[in-house]
């Protein structure tokens, strides 16, 4: 049966829209964790815009399942993950002026850089996750520079504007996760995943995570967090 983690950081937008303390990110991801949440996520951003330090630190404290830091890697938040340890870290490209992460890493260019990251952080105990785009080259290349994990990038088919284009992406992703799983990689999955487009993905067994956070927390805004992420995970649990 597929997992499913939930990602808080919107949480933490919301709290930072005020500039207040609340909601707080750390008690929306113990209700999840009681709701069977099977991991929580937390993207530490440079510019601090939704996830703070505070919150990295508690959630690492109070978390009972597994916390997955998302950052990109760079210098001074290699050094925060090698502070705070989580269980795992999750690589991802990062530019100030995005609203959300818009692609994956290319490791293909970078594959020194990524390589030498992904050392460090496993020397210190850490479980490194890197986010791509679902292309056999990018996977390879993620695999030869020691990722345990790929995360493969959803957010083409969450945002296809024809079916055509839809089926295109979900082929896409499918290959990209048995590839994948042929390399002995764990196989994730995330970016714009919902109540409803997640249902296809009951087709791809390879993949044996969910990394899930806006649509479960604008559910939660409607129907609390509880309910919205046990909701969530009936549905994986159909695949």
Known sequence: MARLSVNVDHVATIR????????????????????GADGIICHLR?????IQDRDLRLLNETVKTRLNLEMAAVEDLVATALNVKPDMVTL?????????????LDVIHNREHYE??????????????FFIDPEPSQIQE????????????????????????????????????????????????????????????????????????HSIIARA???????????MIDLICQF
Do not use: C
């Not at 930072?16 to 709701?35: H, K, N, S, T, Y």
């Not at 805004?221 to 909701?231: F, Q």
């Open 221 to 231: 805004v409607m129907v609390g967090m509880d309910r919205a992420v046990r909701e």
């Open 116 to 129: 030498k990251t992904t050392k460090t952080l496993q020397e210190a105990g850490i479980w490194v996750s």
């Open 16 to 35: 930072q829209a005020r500039g207040i303390v609340e909601p707080d990110p750390v008690l929306a991801a113990g209700i999840a964790e009681l709701a």
């Open 142 to 213: 993620s695999s030869d520079a020691g990722a345990n994990i790929v995360e493969i990038h959803t957010g083409p088919y969450s945002d296809a504007k024809s079916e055509s284009e839809r089926l295109r992406e979900f082929k896409r992703i499918s290959e990209a996760a048995k590839i994948a799983d042929g390399l002995k990689l764990g196989v994730h999955a995330g970016h714009g995943l919902n109540y409803v487009n997640i249902k296809a993905f009951s087709a791809i067994p390879e993949i044996q995570e969910y990394s899930i956070g």
């Open 92 to 104: 991802v490209p990062e530019k100030r002026q995005e609203v959300t992460t818009e692609s994956g």
């Open 46 to 50: 440079e510019d601090r815009r939704h």
